[in-house]
């Protein structure tokens, strides 16, 4: 099996999205590109990690407890993740519904399910290429990174221990090393 790898171009990762079969597999493309979390976080997730109780709004940042790691991690809901929310939650208000619920009961999806739901789409989307649930979390670093976030940062996100291991992880290789010096022309 091949290293799951970033989708490097914001083009293919708008083509993604608009292959997904229904909102509820959007949203699980825009929330693992857009958060970094692993996907066993992100299909754990109920609607009362993500609305607020009192609004019924998606929340500004979100507390979950890390299902590999066992740490608290605190994110932001950016604006394209609660767009695409309050487009794919039809009842803010059912606290314990997960927000990818599978179609055949009040479960959420498993893993291998949000495996297939990726390559499906990635198939549809025609890339030429894998596209599995590490692909998102490598996605948001690998942007990240070239938005100009710290790779000291992204470590910090991802609980690596050097920046190497970050750096081949988001999918820095010798080819985008080489496109920058070749943008440079001072």
């Known amino acids: 099996m091949n290293e799951a790898q970033p989708i490097k171009s914001k083009n293919d990762i708008n083509k993604l999205k608009k292959a997904a079969a229904n909102d509820r597999d959007r949203l699980l493309i825009t929330f693992g590109v857009n958060t970094g979390l692993r996907i066993s976080d992100i299909i754990d997730l109920k609607v009362g990690d993500l609305f607020d109780g009192r609004s019924n709004q998606p929340k500004k940042a979100v507390k979950i407890k890390e299902k590999k790691s066992r740490k608290t991690k605190t994110f932001t809901l950016n604006q394209t993740i609660a767009k695409d929310l309050k487009k794919t939650v039809k009842d803010p208000t059912d606290r314990e519904a997960f927000v990818f619920q599978s179609r055949r009961g009040n479960n959420g999806i498993s893993r291998i399910q949000a495996h297939r739901i990726l390559a499906a789409a990635a ?64």
């Open 123 to 186: 198939e549809r989307a025609g890339l030429d290429y894998p596209v599995s649930s590490h692909s998102l979390r490598k996605t948001f670093g690998y942007h990240a990174y070239n938005n100009g976030v710290d790779l000291t940062l992204l470590m910090k996100i991802f609980n690596h221990s050097s920046q190497e291991i970050t750096l081949r992880y988001i999918g820095i290789q010798r080819e985008d090393i080489d496109a920058v010096y070749d943008g440079l022309a001072l």
